[in-house]
Structures are given as C-alpha cells and as structure tokens.
C-alpha cells in the first residue's frame, strides 16, 4: 500500500524540516510531498535538505494548492498536514489504521482542547462554523477546520476542489457529508506554532471568505432549500406589501399607489421564480451527485 504525505507550505522557515522528518520517521517508506506557495524564505532549501520531494504552485492559496497536490499525486492513502509543525506525526499511524480497518473515506483529526496553541479568534469561529455545517448536514463533528486529514484515493480523486484558500477544509468536510462518505473524528495533540511563525488565516477576513464559500456550498448543494427560503422571503414581502393595496381596492375600487402595487406583484413573481429554480436545480443536484458516487465507485483502490 503506497502512503503519500502531502504538506501544503507557505513560508515555514524553521517548522518545515521538522514537519518532514517527523513524518519521515512514522513512515520511513513513503513519499513526502511538500508544495511550496511562493515561499520567500528558505522553506524550499530546507524541506529539499530534509529529503522531501518538493514541487511548487505558484497560484496563491491553500486550496489552489490541495486541487494540484490531489492532481498530482497518485497513491492508496494520502495523508494532508500543514507544514508548520503543529500536527502530530505520531498520531498518523493511527488515523491510517482507522481508515483501513474501518474502510473510511476521510479521517480527520480533531485538535486538542488547549486554547492556548491558537488565537481565541480562531476557536470561537470553529465552534461557529462547526454548528453551522452540523445543522444544514446532519453531523456531529466538532473541527471542522482541522487540516490533519487521512484521506482514500476514491475520496480524493473524485472531490472536485472549487475553493482558492482557507475554504478548502470546509470544502472536503462538505463534500463527504453531502455524498454520504464515511468519516470519523479522532483526537490529536495540537501545538502552538513555532517561536518566530505566524498563522496565515486571518480571523475576520478568512472568517468572511468561509462563511461566503458555506453559504454557496448551500445553494450548490441544497439548492431547493436555499431557494425555498429566498422565495419564503420574496412572498412575505410581496404579501405584506400588497395586502393594503388589495383592501384600499375593495374599498375604494382605485389603486391609487401604483408603485407600491408593481412592487408587490415583481415580488410575486420573483418568489414563484425561485421555487421553481430551486426545484430544477435540486434535480440537476441530483444528477450530480450521481455521477460523482459513479466515479467513486469505479476508482481502483
């Protein structure tokens, strides 16, 4: 069974090397991918020296970065870690363990409790997000964010990835709740990052880009539910905006607000539109899922 370990990188001077040759020292025989992201430092000379196999993407962002590792790379197991040395090599045995043994698609590994190792920001966001994608898919997990994943050849060569940037978790997290791919959550040790390094995400302004790529994976994949409430919506306010016309009419037998009459009617029409948009979607959704739970089974594992 060929194990390839793929470690995105941007700028991780003095945390890359130990990464590798952590990883190196759990699974002496396998490939370590490291993908350098415009690093301006001597991240590249330092992952070369420690015996990595290093390539580059030079399009900015992590999620540009897995889409060309998952490209790229052709193995059994695939396991995804940062290069910052935060993750725990030690625990990748046995993330690898419970995919096999158990026949998951997806193993992530839940981060420690200690608050200590990332920004307040950070965890509070997590717990959030958490909520949200556990609400609209009907899961338990808790990290959903985490970027230590053990993952099967059937479930990477068959996730389209959409996202440029720190979305890319949340895009794998949703893409195996929306298909139905077994996944699991073990807990791993997370340390904070190295003396001199700083996290790449930033809180508000990632925050928003992940919050924007959930509510378009919402739409792409629930769409008649995300329709359905936009034309809930349209239909309320069509309601409430065209109710005293219709009265003032019966009474009077005139419309003499004719704008506020156009108004409530445009949204009328705009509510009937987006239910039945949600409804041709919904089905062109289904289409999709078809096809790709048929290239999932036709992968050769």
């Known amino acids: ?164 940037g720190f979305q890319i978790e949340t895009e794998l997290t949703v893409h195996a709740l929306h298909h139905k791919f077994p996944i699991k959550e073990i807990d791993t040790d997370y340390r904070e990052r190295p003396e001199g390094t700083s996290s790449k995400l930033r809180t508000f302004k990632d925050g928003f880009k992940i919050l924007s790529f959930i509510l378009f994976l919402i739409r792409d994949v629930r769409p008649l539910f995300f329709f359905g409430c936009l034309s809930l919506f349209m239909a309320s306010l069509s309601v409430t905006t065209g109710v005293p016309i219709i009265l003032e009419y019966f009474e009077t037998g005139l419309v003499e607000r004719f704008p506020s009459a156009f108004l409530a009617s445009s949204l009328g029409i705009i509510s009937v539109i987006s239910l039945f948009s949600g409804f041709v979607l919904d089905n062109i959704t289904r289409g999709r899922v078809e096809a790709i739970l048929l290239c999932y089974k036709n992968v050769k594992l």
């Open 1 to 164: 069974m060929k194990i390839a370990i793929l470690l995105p990188c941007y700028n991780e001077e003095g945390a890359i090397a130990k990464t590798v040759l952590e990883f190196k020292k759990q699974f002496p025989n396998s490939d370590i991918y490291v993908y350098d992201n415009n690093s301006t430092d001597n991240t590249v000379k330092e992952a070369i020296d420690s015996g990595a196999i290093v390539r580059h993407e030079s399009r900015q962002g992590k999620g540009e970065v897995v889409r060309t590792m998952f490209n790229d790379v052709e193995a059994d197991v695939y396991i995804m870690a940062d290069g910052d040395n935060t993750y725990d090599a030690t625990a990748a045995p046995i993330l690898v363990d419970e995919l096999i043994n158990n026949n998951l698609d997806m193993v992530i590994g839940r981060r420690s409790k200690d608050k200590s190792a990332y920004p307040a920001g950070h965890v509070l966001g997590n717990k959030g997000f958490s909520l949200l994608i556990n609400y609209f898919f009907k899961s338990g997990l808790q990290d959903v964010f985490s970027g230590y994943r053990v993952m099967s050849r059937r479930f990477v060569k068959t996730i389209p990835v959409l996202s440029d």
